[in-house]
């Protein structure tokens, strides 16, 4: 299995990493670049500094106990989500509708590939 975020549209709500069995995801900070885009994710979902402006239009303000977009985790939230460990994924789908960003891309084993979408 393959796992990785499309990092601009990562808010760093940290949900991936708290919903996941077993441990596929760990938040970096965003000024981090080399440890952020340790993930497959492609060129264009690479982390370079910017953020989608449409998935911050719709989190920045919204109040939910988590820090959107900010630059550093504090154990509960911030940073950046990095798909480290995607060969541990059992494909339980738990982060795929906790995700606020709609970020998350798994590619199985068979080339089937799943996107999560917010619930
Ligand atoms: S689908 Fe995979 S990466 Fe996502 S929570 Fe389940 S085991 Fe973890
Ligand atoms: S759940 Fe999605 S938006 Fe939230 S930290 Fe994980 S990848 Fe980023």
Redesign the pocket.
Same mark, same amino acid.
């Given at each position: 299995m393959d796992v990785y975020?499309d990092k601009p #549209? $990562?808010? +760093?709500?940290?949900? @991936? #990493?708290d919903v996941c069995p077993v441990a596929v995801?760990e938040?970096h900070s965003r000024a981090d670049a080399a440890k952020a885009n340790a993930d497959n994710a492609p060129e264009e979902m690479k982390w370079a500094g910017v953020h989608d402006p449409a998935v911050e239009a719709k989190w920045k303000d919204v109040q939910d106990g988590h820090k959107h977009f900010a630059p550093e985790n504090d154990g509960q939230s911030g940073g950046?989500?990095v798909g480290i460990n995607g060969s541990a994924c059992i494909l339980c789908q738990a $982060?795929l509708i906790?995700?606020? +960003?709609e @970020?998350?891309h798994i590619i199985d084993d068979s080339g089937n590939k799943y996107q999560?979408i917010y619930k």
């Open positions: 975020v #549209k $990562c808010t +760093g709500c940290q949900h @991936c #990493k995801f938040m950046i989500s $982060c906790e995700c606020e +960003g @970020c998350i999560s």
